[in-house]
C-alpha cells in the first residue's frame, strides 16, 4: 500500500517554485526517491504548462549521464523555453562533480530544481560546502506511528499497532514482508550498507570494527547520558582498542549519516547549553530490535527514543533539560512554542509517577507540561500537567 507523506509533500509544494535548490536528505531507505515521485505526480495533475525534466541514476538509462558535463547538456538539451521547467536528478551522487553541473544550471534561473542522494554524500555539513547559500534541505525520517496505522489500516487495534511498530519501526520497505526473519534481514541490510559501505567510501575509514562496536554501543544505551569518554572506556575494558578522539569522531559520522541524532543538554534555571554529556538517540527503533534482538527490552527508553524522534519530525529543537539535579527528558521548541515533557513505560504506580511530576512541578515558567506513558487512558491534568498515552500523542489524538 503507497502512503502519501503530506508532511513531506506538502513542504514540497510549499516550496515550488521558489528560487533555492530543494535538496531532500535522509537515512537511507527511508523513503527520499517516493515523495519525489509524489510530488511529480502533484505537479503533473496540477499544471499543464509544465516541462519536467527527470533523471534517476538507478537506472541504466541514464548512464551516460554520470559525468557532469553530459549531465549539464543532458538538461539544457531538455528545456523548454515557453514552459515552467521543473529539474528533478535521484541519486545525484552517482555523478561525479555532480555540484558543478546543478551549480551551473541554478546560476541560469530558469529551472526549479530538486535532487535527492544518498546519505553518506549528501550529508548536512556537505551541503553548506557543494551548495553555499543556494539551497534549502527538506530531511526525511522514517515511516511515524500515524504513517505505519495508515500503511496497516485494516488492524483497528491501536494497542497492537502500537506494540507492532516498537518492534518493525518506520522503514516501511520492510513492510512487504511476510516473516520476521525477512523484515529484520531487510533492515539489517540497510543498516550494514550505512556502517560498512557508506561511511567507509565516504570518510576513507581503514576498518568498521570500532565503528560497528559504537554504533551497537549506542543504540544499547539510547536515551542515557554518555560521553567519547566513557563510551571509550566500556569498549577497551571490553577488549576494543580505541581512544576518545576516534569515538568523537565515529558519533559526528554516525549522527551526518542520520542514524543517530545528538541532543545537547540545556540548563533551564540558567537557561545556557551544558557541554558536558550528551544523548543520543536511534533514528528508528526496528533498527535497534533487527540489531540487537528483543531481549531486556527497556520499553521507557524505548518510548523515550519514539518521542525524540517524533519532536524532530514534527520540527521541533529538542534539548534534555536540566533544573538543579533533576532531569527533564525533553525541553522542545518551535518559533515562540515551548513544551516540558517527561516520558515513562508505566505511571501507574504512585512513585514513578511523583518521580515525573515532581521535576515538571519544579518549573516555574508557563510553558506547557506533559507526562507522557503508556496510560491506556484519554487525557487528563494533574497541577497542571498534561497526561497523555504516548500512541495517543504519536497519533496527534488529544
Same mark, same amino acid.
Given at each position: 500500500?503507497?502512503?502519501?507523506?503530506?508532511q513531506?509533500?506538502?513542504r514540497?509544494?510549499?516550496l515550488?517554485?521558489t528560487?533555492? /535548490?530543494?535538496i531532500?536528505? %535522509?537515512?537511507?531507505?527511508?523513503g527520499?526517491?517516493?515523495?519525489?515521485l509524489?510530488?511529480?505526480?502533484?505537479?503533473?495533475?496540477?499544471?499543464s504548462?509544465?516541462?519536467? /525534466?527527470?533523471?534517476?541514476?538507478?537506472?541504466?538509462?541514464?548512464?551516460i549521464?554520470?559525468? #557532469?558535463?553530459?549531465?549539464?547538456?543532458?538538461?539544457?538539451? !531538455?528545456?523548454?523555453?515557453?514552459?515552467?521547467?521543473?529539474?528533478?536528478i535521484d541519486e545525484?551522487?552517482?555523478?561525479?562533480?555532480?555540484?558543478?553541473?546543478?551549480?551551473?544550471?541554478?546560476?541560469?534561473?530558469?529551472y526549479?530544481?530538486?535532487?535527492?542522494g544518498?546519505?553518506a554524500?549528501?550529508?548536512?555539513?556537505d551541503?553548506?560546502?557543494?551548495?553555499?547559500?543556494?539551497?534549502?534541505?527538506? !530531511?526525511?525520517?522514517?515511516?511515524?506511528?500515524?504513517?505505519?496505522?495508515?500503511?496497516?489500516?485494516?488492524?483497528?487495534?491501536k494497542?497492537?499497532?502500537f506494540d507492532?511498530?516498537?518492534?518493525?519501526?518506520?522503514?516501511?520497505?520492510s513492510?512487504?514482508?511476510?516473516?520476521?526473519?525477512?523484515?529484520?534481514?531487510?533492515?539489517?541490510?540497510?543498516?550494514?550498507?550505512?556502517?560498512?559501505?557508506?561511511?567507509?567510501?565516504?570518510?576513507?575509514?581503514?576498518d568498521?570494527q570500532v565503528?560497528g562496536?559504537l554504533?551497537?554501543?549506542?543504540?544499547d544505551?539510547?536515551?542515557?547520558?554518555?560521553?567519547?569518554?566513557?563510551?571509550?572506556s566500556?569498549?577497551?575494558?571490553?577488549?576494543?582498542?580505541?581512544?576518545?578522539v576516534t569515538i568523537?569522531?565515529?558519533?559526528?559520522?554516525?549522527?551526518?549519516?542520520?542514524?543517530?541524532?545528538d541532543?545537547?543538554?540545556?540548563?533551564?534555571?540558567?537557561?545556557?547549553y551544558?557541554?558536558?554529556?550528551?544523548?543520543?538517540?536511534?533514528?528508528?527503533t %526496528?533498527?535497534?530490535?533487527?540489531?540487537?534482538g528483543?531481549?531486556?527490552?527497556?520499553?521507557?527508553?524505548?518510548?523515550e527514543n519514539?518521542?525524540?524522534?517524533?519532536?524532530?519530525?514534527?520540527? #521541533?529543537?529538542?534539548?534534555?533539560?536540566?533544573? #538543579?539535579?533533576k532531569?527533564?527528558d525533553?525541553?522542545?521548541?518551535? %518559533?515562540?512554542?515551548? /513544551?516540558? /515533557?517527561?516520558?515513562?513505560?508505566?505511571?501507574?504506580?504512585?512513585d514513578?509517577?511523583?518521580?515525573?511530576?515532581?521535576?515538571?512541578?519544579?518549573?516555574k515558567?508557563? #510553558?506547557?507540561?506533559?507526562?507522557?506513558?503508556?496510560? !491506556? !487512558?484519554?487525557q487528563?491534568?494533574?497541577?497542571?500537567i498534561k497526561?497523555?498515552?504516548?500512541?495517543?500523542?504519536?497519533?496527534?489524538?488529544y
Open positions: 500500500m503507497r502512503v502519501v507523506r503530506e513531506y509533500l506538502n514540497l509544494i510549499n515550488k517554485d528560487p533555492d /535548490i530543494k531532500i536528505t %535522509g537515512i537511507r531507505r527511508s527520499k526517491s517516493e515523495l519525489m509524489a510530488y511529480m505526480d502533484y505537479l503533473n495533475k496540477d499544471n504548462d509544465i516541462n519536467i /525534466i527527470y533523471i534517476d541514476f538507478m537506472d541504466l538509462s541514464f548512464d549521464l554520470k559525468e #557532469y558535463h553530459a549531465l549539464h547538456e543532458y538538461v539544457e538539451k !531538455h528545456y523548454k523555453k515557453d514552459l515552467k521547467n521543473y529539474l528533478f545525484v551522487q552517482m555523478c561525479p562533480k555532480f555540484e558543478l553541473a546543478v551549480n551551473s544550471l541554478y546560476s541560469k534561473r530558469k526549479d530544481i530538486y535532487i535527492t544518498s546519505n554524500f549528501l550529508l548536512g555539513n551541503l553548506a560546502t557543494l551548495f553555499t547559500g543556494r539551497y534549502i534541505e527538506l !530531511h526525511v525520517f522514517p515511516f511515524s506511528f500515524k504513517e505505519y496505522c495508515k500503511y496497516y489500516n485494516t488492524i483497528t487495534d494497542n497492537q499497532l507492532n511498530y516498537l518492534i518493525n519501526g518506520g522503514l516501511s520497505g513492510y512487504v514482508y511476510k516473516t520476521e526473519i525477512d523484515r529484520k534481514t531487510y533492515i539489517k541490510e540497510v543498516y550494514e550498507t550505512i556502517i560498512n559501505r557508506d561511511l567507509v567510501q565516504k570518510y576513507n575509514l581503514p568498521t565503528l562496536h554504533s551497537e554501543f549506542l543504540m544505551n539510547i536515551s542515557n547520558l554518555t560521553s567519547p569518554n566513557k563510551i571509550t566500556t569498549l577497551n575494558e571490553n577488549k576494543i582498542n580505541t581512544n576518545h568523537g569522531k565515529y558519533i559526528k559520522y554516525l549522527c551526518n549519516a542520520f542514524v543517530f541524532y541532543i545537547k543538554r540545556y540548563d533551564i534555571r540558567g537557561k545556557k551544558l557541554d558536558t554529556s550528551d544523548k543520543y538517540y536511534l533514528c528508528d %526496528g533498527i535497534r530490535y533487527s540489531i540487537l528483543t531481549r531486556n527490552i527497556d520499553y521507557g527508553r524505548a518510548y519514539m518521542v525524540c524522534i517524533e519532536l524532530l519530525r514534527r520540527g #521541533y529543537e529538542v534539548y534534555i533539560g536540566k533544573l #538543579y539535579e532531569e527533564i525533553f525541553v522542545a521548541r518551535k %518559533g515562540s512554542e515551548q /513544551i516540558y /515533557i517527561q516520558v515513562s513505560d508505566n505511571i501507574s504506580n504512585n514513578t509517577f511523583k518521580r515525573e511530576y515532581e521535576s515538571l512541578l519544579k518549573i515558567d508557563a #510553558y506547557p507540561k506533559m507526562i507522557l506513558a503508556r496510560t !491506556h !487512558h484519554p487528563y491534568s494533574f497541577e497542571g497526561i497523555i498515552d504516548i500512541a495517543d500523542w504519536l497519533l496527534e489524538e
